[in-house]
């Protein structure tokens, strides 16, 4: 599983959204960080990236 962070306002998400990923990370050791530099639209090439190498993983 993927727990992707994104940008927003200069900034990563505030740590509340890292604190949740990493006790998402402590529950279920199988669970990946993935912090992905771009904003919030799907069509922006890193998320789009991103999406394909979790849909490529999850085909494995």
């Known amino acids: ?5 994104h940008p927003r306002r200069g900034g ?3 740590s ?4 949740r990923c990493t006790h998402l ?6 669970a990946e960080f ?3 530099e ?3 639209s799907a069509s922006e090439p890193a998320i789009q990236q991103a999406l394909r190498d979790a849909t490529d993983l999850l085909a494995l």
Do not use: C, S
């Open 16 to 19: 509340e959204g890292k604190r």
């Open 25 to 30: 990370h402590r529950a279920w050791p199988e």
């Open 38 to 40: 771009a904003g919030h």
């Open 12 to 14: 990563l998400v505030n």
């Open 1 to 5: 599983m993927r727990a992707d962070l």
């Open 34 to 36: 993935v912090i992905v």
